[in-house]
């Protein structure tokens, strides 16, 4: 059974920084690309970042570019987003899913598979 699991958010101040932690099971890491999402109450949920498993391609959202960072390990089965120079607007529940595709290509949110897990919450408030 294909699941993840997010953790790592928390509260942070403006300019801080987090790292999301993502763990999968029921499927081999090192064959698919994984991407994190963010849902804002009322908003839907957009793709912030894309790791490729068969290159070391990433993609980012425009909104989050050079302040986040998706890392992976396939041998510890786990995908990070590390996040640095927070906004207000970074605030929302982040999730991470696998995708059905190796390579983060320009329509990688709509490859998602898998039943989304429970996410983790991040919040940037001063």
């Known amino acids: 059974q294909v699941q993840v699991a997010e953790s790592g958010g928390g509260l942070a101040q403006p300019g801080g920084s987090l790292r999301l932690s993502c763990v999968v099971s029921g499927f081999t890491l090192e064959y698919y690309a994984v991407g994190w999402f963010r849902q804002v109450p009322g908003k839907e949920r957009e793709g912030v970042a894309c790791t490729s498993s068969s290159e070391p391609t990433t993609r980012y959202a425009a909104s989050v570019e050079g302040r986040l960072t998706i890392v992976r390990d396939n041998a510890k089965k786990t995908v990070w987003l590390q996040m640095h120079d927070l906004k207000p607007e970074d605030t929302g529940v982040y999730y991470c899913?696998?995708?059905?595709?190796?390579?983060?290509?320009?329509?990688?949110?709509?490859?998602?598979?898998?039943?989304w897990g429970q996410g983790t919450q991040v919040t940037v408030s001063s």
């Open positions: 899913i696998g995708l059905g595709a190796t390579i983060c290509h320009s329509a990688w949110t709509e490859r998602t598979f898998g039943s």
